[in-house]
């Protein structure tokens, strides 16, 4: 998708060197005020970045790009979706960035290479209306030291630095863009286009849901995003959870 230039995702601007959490930031600010939508916060280092069941983020001073973004979706279940949107947004603005084609897993990791480049966390309420952060943390410049086995960079990937606010600048045009779409037509067309860069449908996985571990092969993610695991003659419904391709060796599961 080609994307147009932002007319309102980024108006409002804060940009900081560093950061304990760019969402905490706008949460932060939104206790205060009345923030608009679209209103960003922008970080080049995030000292207490979070990613799924709390985990720290991996992020060094100056070689990433940690982004939060302010959104007032008119819909009241919108957390799983916009993950899924954000990833292919994403998507989007690093083939545009850098030619290469990144793959996504469900529901919230950036892949390239076999190894995470990026992560999204989406957080929302209801008062004093329906509201989502979407926070991003992108592992741009650099290469990931050895304790970080499953980690990468764009840039370790592409062989060649990338450019930090060039990213950025396609990146916001392309979040403004697929939400748009998807107040405009609903969940299918991002569904959609999460499954053509996907690298979870057809694999054996092993899923961490808050109810136990469910194993399987992931068969199909539906249009409000829930993802399927085929259990022999059943399908069996996650609507959240952290999904593993790996096998005990580290090698990555076979798809079927």
């Known amino acids: 998708m080609k994307s147009k230039e932002p007319r309102w ?3 409002d601007l804060t940009q900081l060197a560093r950061v304990g959490s760019t969402n905490q930031v706008l949460r932060e600010r939104m206790r205060r005020e009345h923030v608009p939508e679209g209103a ?5 280092e995030q000292t207490a970045g979070r990613g799924r069941l709390g985990r720290v983020w991996w992020s060094p001073p100056n070689q990433g790009l940690y982004v939060s973004v302010l959104l007032y979706p008119p819909r009241t279940r919108q957390g799983g979706i916009l993950s899924l949107l ?9 083939e545009q960035a850098t030619g290469m084609t990144p793959g996504l897993k469900w529901p919230n990791d950036a892949v390239m290479g076999g190894k995470k480049y990026a992560g ?13 952060i979407v926070g991003m943390g992108i592992n741009v410049l650099g290469t990931v030291p050895e304790d970080f086995p499953h980690a990468t960079t764009l840039s370790q990937e592409l062989g060649k630095d990338v450019d930090i606010e060039g990213l950025w600048r396609h990146l916001a045009k392309a979040l403004e863009q697929r939400y748009e779409q998807w107040l405009e037509d609903g969940n299918a067309p991002i569904i959609a286009q999460w499954k ?21 092969i992931a068969e199909d993610v ?6 399927w695991i085929r259990q022999g003659p059943d399908r069996v419904p996650v609507m959240s959870g952290e999904v593993s391709l790996r096998l005990a060796n580290g090698a990555y599961a076979p798809r079927t």
């Not at 999204?120 to 989502?132: C, D, F, M, S, Y």
């Open 9 to 11: 995702l980024g108006a």
């Open 40 to 44: 960003v916060v922008l970080a080049r």
């Open 86 to 94: 954000a990833g292919v947004a994403l998507t989007d603005a690093v």
């Open 120 to 132: 999204i966390l989406v957080e929302g309420g209801t008062e004093p209306q329906p509201w989502a």
């Open 196 to 216: 053509t860069v996907s690298v979870t449908l057809g694999y054996a996985v092993e899923v961490r849901t808050p109810s136990g571990l469910i194993t399987g």
């Open 222 to 227: 539906s249009d409000d995003g829930t993802l």
